[in-house]
């Protein structure tokens, strides 16, 4: 953009002489009008925020008549409902570009939105005796009742209702453009079998960047302890498991002076196993499925040597002495992670974006970084998004399904254009600007996101992504033969989930 905006101002100097002489009066008049745009205002405001220059497809023209789009979405009285709706203009940065994004929606479109809302966490339980969502959707829908036109729900729980026949196909669909930077690509990909595509995936939905696995890291530690940059490290490629490991091992410290490793230490790293290795593994760039000669989904774990690799890695870092204060797999423990990481009592710890609510009052400057690889040879990062953030169809029972579709594409357009960044400035202090160091490392998080079809649908499958939390632990040792026994009957889901595939074509 900073190029661009470079040869716009040049062109200002050079038009006077150049439609002088030139004979193609139509081009000149045209570069000279857009050159007179440019100005020092927006010449900064395009250098900061060219995500608000995204253009989307949609057609200019598009009304459809003040028609209700009514979406079916949870509520669990923190923030999931503000995946969907705000209903004012609060002031707070996030709740006001939620606002302000419905209504450009409803007048761009001459749509109303309507959500429906259930309360339910992101995990997917069902809060203060609600019906979940998933029932919700087949009684509606097998009642061929037209009470939804949009579901937005916990992408595990929604793509389990495709083989119920719940959902239109999406590519069926008029508006929708899957090759827009808004939509996960990688999942869009993953989620399409033979022509047919059922679930959405990407910025529509706040929660997917809020659900980002990371890491956290203490900067005042960090410096105390190591003079290279960081930051430096990811950017030239070299963050990897191993180096992770190692700083994490210099980090230890008997802060209480009783020559025992507990809760009041200094450590180099704190997680729950479940959040270590789900996030690593993200990291790790190791498929669960790639798709075979045939186009079909297949798992690529067993005969995988990095899998090994892997578990080697992961349990050293967890297991080893005094490098990580392992913290218990519950919502206590995890607090608890944050609340030593808050208080300069910890060198790096894995989460999410919303993590970051946690940490407002934190004395010691945070920032934040990708997911490492696993070793040197990885090409690039990667990493998982917590399968609870809010995925996207389009009901069976929808009376005008290209009226929805264009809402989802303009839901992400939108996001994508505003709403991220605002989320970006509010929940990790940090403004949206290429030059800012915090803002580059969640830009490459963003773009590392990855998905593969039996992760989408690791529930159904028996959760393969699941049998690695035990193998880490027990350690490499009994990893082969453990994995062959769990991976049997994963198998045997993945056969039976593609034959219900097939059977909907």
Same mark, same amino acid.
């Given at each position: 953009?900073?190029?661009?905006?470079?040869?716009?101002?040049?062109?200002?100097?050079?038009?006077?002489?150049? &439609?002088?002489?030139?004979?193609? %009066?139509?081009?000149?008049?045209?570069?000279?009008?857009? &050159?007179?745009?440019?100005?020092?205002?927006? !010449?900064?405001?395009?250098?900061? !925020?060219?995500?608000?220059?995204?253009?989307?497809?949609?057609?200019?023209?598009?009304?459809?008549?003040?028609?209700?789009?009514?979406?079916?979405?949870?509520?669990?009285?923190?923030?999931?409902? +503000?995946?969907?709706?705000?209903?004012?203009?609060?002031?707070?940065?996030?709740?006001?570009?939620?606002?302000?994004?419905?209504?450009?929606?409803?007048?761009?479109?001459?749509?109303?939105?309507?959500?429906?809302?259930?309360?339910?966490?992101?995990?997917? $339980?069902?809060?203060?005796?609600?019906?979940?969502?998933?029932?919700?959707?087949?009684?509606?829908?097998?009642? $061929?009742?037209?009470?939804?036109?949009?579901?937005?729900?916990?992408?595990?729980?929604?793509?389990?209702?495709?083989?119920?026949?719940?959902?239109?196909?999406?590519?069926?669909?008029?508006?929708?453009?899957?090759?827009?930077?808004?939509?996960?690509?990688?999942?869009?990909?993953?989620?399409?079998?033979?022509?047919?595509?059922?679930?959405?995936?990407?910025?529509?939905? +706040? %929660?997917?960047?809020?659900?980002?696995?990371?890491?956290?890291?203490?900067?005042?530690?960090?410096?105390?302890?190591?003079?290279?940059?960081?930051?430096? /490290?990811?950017?030239?490629?070299?963050?990897?498991?191993?180096?992770? !490991?190692?700083?994490?091992?210099?980090?230890?410290?008997?802060?209480?002076?009783?020559? *025992?490793?507990?809760?009041?230490?200094?450590?180099?790293?704190?997680? %729950?196993?479940?959040?270590?290795?789900? /996030? +690593?593994?993200?990291?790790?760039?190791?498929?669960?499925?790639?798709?075979?000669?045939?186009?079909?989904?297949?798992?690529?774990?067993?005969?995988?040597?990095?899998?090994?690799?892997?578990?080697?890695?992961?349990?050293? +870092?967890?297991?080893?002495?005094?490098?990580?204060?392992?913290?218990?797999?519950?919502?206590?423990?995890?607090?608890?992670?944050?609340?030593?990481?808050?208080? $300069?009592?910890?060198?790096?710890?894995?989460?999410?974006?919303?993590?970051?609510?946690?940490?407002?009052?934190?004395?010691?400057?945070?920032?934040?970084?990708?997911?490492?690889?696993?070793?040197?040879?990885?090409?690039?990062?990667? %990493?998982?998004?917590?399968?609870?953030?809010? &995925?996207?169809?389009?009901? /069976?029972?929808?009376?005008?399904?290209?009226?929805?579709?264009?809402?989802?594409?303009?839901?992400?357009?939108?996001?994508?254009?505003?709403?991220?960044?605002?989320?970006?400035?509010?929940?990790?202090?940090?403004?949206?600007?290429?030059?800012? *160091?915090?803002?580059?490392?969640?830009?490459?998080?963003?773009?590392?996101?990855?998905?593969?079809?039996?992760?989408?649908?690791?529930?159904?499958?028996?959760?393969?992504?699941?049998?690695?939390?035990?193998?880490?632990?027990?350690?490499?040792?009994?990893?082969?033969?453990?994995?062959?026994?769990?991976? &049997?009957?994963?198998?045997?889901?993945?056969?039976?989930?593609?034959?219900?595939?097939?059977?909907?074509?």
């Amino acid at each position: 953009m900073k190029r661009i905006v470079s040869l716009l101002l040049l062109l200002l100097m050079v038009l006077p002489l150049a &439609a002088a002489c030139s004979e193609n %009066t139509d081009t000149a008049d045209e570069t000279d009008t857009k &050159a007179e745009e440019v100005t020092e205002e927006t !010449t900064t405001e395009i250098t900061e !925020t060219d995500r608000s220059q995204m253009k989307d497809t949609l057609p200019e023209d598009l009304d459809f008549g003040g028609e209700s789009v009514r979406i079916l979405a949870r509520d669990d009285g923190l923030r999931l409902a +503000l995946d969907i709706f705000a209903a004012e203009d609060t002031g707070d940065i996030v709740e006001t570009s939620i606002y302000k994004r419905n209504l450009a929606i409803e007048e761009r479109l001459n749509v109303k939105l309507e959500p429906v809302f259930v309360s339910m966490d992101i995990h997917g $339980g069902a809060l203060n005796g609600a019906t979940a969502i998933p029932e919700v959707i087949r009684r509606s829908v097998l009642a $061929g009742s037209d009470d939804y036109d949009i579901a937005a729900n916990h992408m595990t729980q929604l793509t389990t209702l495709i083989i119920e026949n719940m959902y239109v196909n999406l590519l069926d669909l008029d508006y929708l453009d899957f090759t827009q930077p808004w939509w996960a690509s990688d999942f869009m990909d993953e989620i399409t079998m033979n022509g047919q595509c059922y679930v959405m995936a990407g910025e529509a939905s +706040l %929660t997917m960047i809020q659900s980002m696995y990371l890491l956290f890291y203490n900067k005042n530690l960090y410096i105390n302890y190591f003079s290279e940059d960081i930051n430096e /490290t990811v950017m030239s490629g070299n963050w990897t498991l191993d180096k992770l !490991t190692g700083y994490s091992a210099m980090a230890y410290a008997d802060l209480n002076g009783d020559s *025992i490793t507990d809760k009041d230490d200094q450590y180099g790293y704190s997680s %729950t196993t479940m959040r270590l290795v789900d /996030t +690593l593994l993200g990291g790790a760039n190791i498929p669960l499925s790639v798709r075979g000669s045939d186009g079909n989904p297949e798992y690529a774990i067993e005969d995988n040597p990095r899998v090994f690799e892997f578990i080697e890695k992961a349990h050293a +870092l967890v297991m080893n002495d005094n490098i990580t204060w392992d913290v218990a797999n519950s919502s206590e423990g995890e607090t608890e992670m944050l609340n030593k990481f808050a208080e $300069g009592k910890v060198m790096f710890i894995p989460y999410t974006p919303m993590g970051a609510d946690y940490l407002r009052e934190m004395d010691d400057d945070f920032g934040v970084l990708p997911v490492p690889k696993l070793n040197d040879e990885q090409e690039k990062y990667t %990493t998982y998004v917590h399968n609870g953030f809010s &995925a996207f169809a389009i009901l /069976t029972t929808c009376k005008n399904p290209n009226m929805a579709a264009a809402v989802c594409e303009a839901m992400g357009a939108e996001n994508y254009r505003n709403v991220t960044a605002a989320y970006y400035e509010v929940a990790l202090k940090v403004k949206y600007s290429r030059d800012d *160091i915090s803002s580059q490392m969640l830009d490459m998080i963003r773009d590392s996101i990855r998905f593969d079809f039996a992760y989408i649908n690791d529930g159904y499958l028996g959760e393969p992504m699941g049998q690695f939390r035990n193998l880490v632990i027990n350690g490499p040792g009994t990893a082969a033969s453990a994995l062959m026994s769990k991976m &049997a009957a994963c198998q045997s889901k993945l056969d039976a989930l593609l034959e219900k595939y097939m059977a909907m074509e």
